[in-house]
């Protein structure tokens, strides 16, 4: 079936250094990735999303680009920042009887010290 | 003006009780969600309505019953609560488009003594 992998967390780091959240994806057809972050104690909201092979979705500093050969979405930012400290969920959208809806990964915990 | 809003934000019960859960979007949307996010952060989805009709029904006990009085509206009753129930359960909506984005409510962290 249609799933979703990512990396493990805790991820660690210290402000300004590079982030990469790695996300594969299985899936039929083709279906539209992305990236949510839940700051927290709140809802999650959408950071940045692709919806074809090749696309590359961005921002507030993250980007991640559609990677059919690789079946992946990997998240990255140059410089994190302290602020930049919550769960972060890749996910993917699939077709369920003409609708869609959202398969998700099991989410990465970051956490930036300053 | 918020988008999606969820009541209560926190609800403490006792096993065996029957609470519900709201749900409300002022987004215009025509598709609503509630999904279940575990202690360990894990999301999955349990119900789509789609302009008041269920569409999607995951494996989910038939203690938990949703209801869309309108498209703007979608609720969570459960029945007879039980231990594994205690999660945050949180409601989206989205417009009903294929790869259509999204919008999550802030979640409503249920504990079950």
């Keep these: ?114 | 003006d918020t988008a999606v809003s969820q009541t209560p934000k926190y609800l403490v019960t006792q096993m065996g009780n029957d609470k519900s859960i709201k749900c409300e979007q002022n987004l215009g949307h025509d598709t609503m969600y509630w999904y279940k996010q575990d202690s360990k952060k894990f999301l999955k989805i349990m119900f789509s309505y789609n302009n008041k009709e269920l569409i999607i029904n995951e494996t989910v006990p038939n203690r938990f019953s949703p209801k869309s009085p309108d498209k703007a509206h979608l609720n969570l009753h459960i029945n007879s609560l039980e231990l594994g129930d205690s999660a945050v359960y949180f409601c989206a909506s989205s417009q009903e488009a294929a790869r259509a984005e999204q919008f999550f409510g802030p979640g409503t962290r249920l504990t079950v003594l």
């Design chain 1, 1 to 114: 079936g249609d799933s979703v992998t990512q990396m493990e967390g805790p991820v660690t780091l210290s402000e300004e250094a590079f982030l990469t959240i790695n996300c594969t994806y299985t899936a039929t057809g083709y279906p539209s990735l992305f990236w949510y972050v839940q700051y927290p104690g709140e809802g999650l909201q959408l950071l940045l999303k692709a919806t074809k092979a090749d696309d590359k979705g961005s921002n507030k500093g993250f980007e991640a680009t559609y990677r059919k050969e690789t079946t992946s979405f990997h998240l990255e930012k140059g410089s994190v920042q302290v602020s930049d400290s919550a769960v972060y969920f890749c996910a993917l959208s699939v077709s369920s009887g003409g609708y869609n809806k959202l398969i998700f990964g099991a989410g990465t915990r970051l956490a930036v010290h300053p």
